[in-house]
């Protein structure tokens, strides 16, 4: 069974880092592209980039970049996003999402998603 | 970034109604588009890719059509475990883009 669990609530002031995990299972993680989605409060799902484990190539939204910084450690088959200056804005939930390629697309479905992790940004 | 508009943002049926959410792409996208369902308090799942296709394992009561801009979910005779809300998203092209969902309740 593929699994993405990921780290769990996190609380923090505005300034301040963090870094969130999502260890993986069940697949050969360095072969599939895998990444985060953003769900503010009450709002709709916003993709913020992927790492492809195999070669560390890294595809972000325009809306992220710049903002987080999207990581992987193939020794453990763990993904990461990591803020350096949270702001209040960033209060979410964040979810790991693994990319499933379609025969023939470059591109496909967000197949495996893991269980969210809430983060909190508040003074 | 291509933009995703999802309609209507929230209905409400009956057991065993049919509904109908229509999903359209800012620019053509072939059939590159994804339906997904998140219930309440939990992650998303995969419905329907490339459109029209069922993802393994999904009741065949959910169905997707539609090409270029404009496409379709289908919830054929609504069951109590639909409750949640419905995604699009387009993979045309990065980045990745949803529509703003739609609320199904009951």
């Known amino acids: 069974e593929v699994l993405l669990e990921q780290s769990g609530a996190e609380v923090r002031k505005p300034g301040e880092s963090l870094k969130i995990s999502c260890k993986t299972s069940?697949?050969?993680?360095?072969?599939?592209?895998i990444g985060w989605v953003r769900q503010m409060p009450g709002r709709g799902l916003e993709w913020m980039g992927f790492i492809y484990p195999r070669d560390s190539d890294i595809r972000y939204s325009p809306s992220f970049r710049g903002q987080v910084i999207i990581s992987a450690d193939r020794s453990i088959d763990t993904a990461y996003v990591q803020w350096s200056r949270l702001k209040a804005s960033d209060t979410a939930v964040y979810y790991c999402?693994?990319?499933?390629?379609?025969?023939?697309?470059?591109?496909?479905?967000?197949?495996?998603w893991g269980q969210g992790t809430e983060v909190t940004v508040s003074s | 970034d291509i933009q995703m508009t999802q309609s209507p943002a929230s209905l409400s049926a009956s057991v065993g109604e049919t509904v109908t959410i229509t999903c359209q792409a800012s620019q053509h996208i072939d059939s590159y588009l994804n339906w997904y369902q998140q219930k309440p308090g939990e992650a998303p799942n995969v419905l329907i890719y490339?459109?029209?296709s069922l993802w393994r394992g999904v009741p065949t009561r959910f169905s997707g059509s539609g090409s270029g801009t404009h496409f379709t979910f289908t919830i054929s005779g609504l069951q109590p475990e639909d409750v949640g809300t419905y995604y699009c998203?387009?993979?045309?092209?990065?980045?990745?883009?949803f529509g703003g969902g739609t609320r199904v309740e009951i």
């Open positions: 998203q387009q993979y045309d092209d990065l980045p990745l883009t």
């Open positions: 490339s459109a029209s």
């Open positions: 999402v693994r990319l499933r390629v379609l025969v023939g697309d470059s591109l496909g479905a967000l197949d495996v």
């Open positions: 069940g697949y050969t993680f360095r072969e599939y592209w």
